[in-house]
């Protein structure tokens, strides 16, 4: 079982807690008196280092290393509209090094695919697009789409 807890502090700041690690969260007050990460913001870094895991357990799995890497994640809304929901959410993969392309790109794909990670979740009700760089040149790009794995 997970859980976390969010306890309020005052406005609109509260204080999550997941086990002993604790962190502010937080709307953004006009003028923007932004004071924590947002629960919105949480969302896309929940999904970025999920597939982030993912795509580095596949390539330690097989050997192969990478001098640095990234993941980036983009949430799309309408501005002019009260409903802040996401309508889509771009996912960039950034590698550098010595990389083989085929193992990166076979490990992308397996998070934007297979695996049951938060993507897996978020994938329901909001588009997905991915792109990956390697060393700085886009190498691929698709759109999520998860399948089970038992069919």
């Given amino acids: 079982m997970i ?3 969010t306890a309020w502090k005052s406005g609109l700041l509260f204080e999550g807690r997941a ?3 604790s962190f502010n969260i937080s709307a953004p007050q006009p003028p923007l008196d ?3 990460v ?3 913001e949480l969302m896309l870094f929940s999904l970025a280092s999920s597939c982030g895991i993912e795509v580095m357990t596949k390539l330690q799995a097989g050997g192969h ?3 640095k890497f990234e993941v980036k994640a983009q949430g799309n809304y309408d501005k002019d509209s ?3 929901l996401y309508s889509s959410i771009d996912l960039s993969f950034h590698c550098e090094g010595n990389c083989d392309h085929t193992a990166i790109l076979n490990s992308v794909e397996y998070s934007q695919f297979l695996s049951r990670s938060i993507g897996y979740f978020l994938n329901e009700i909001v588009p997905i697009r991915w ?3 390697i060393n700085g040149t886009i190498a691929a790009e698709g ?3 998860y399948y089970d794995q038992q069919q």
């Fill in 38 to 40: 947002s629960p919105h």
């Fill in 65 to 67: 290393k990478l001098d």
């Fill in 131 to 133: 792109d990956i760089y």
């Fill in 143 to 145: 759109i999520a789409h």
């Fill in 34 to 36: 932004k004071k924590a």
């Fill in 82 to 84: 009260d409903n802040h």
């Fill in 3 to 5: 859980e976390v807890t």
């Fill in 19 to 21: 086990g002993n690690y």
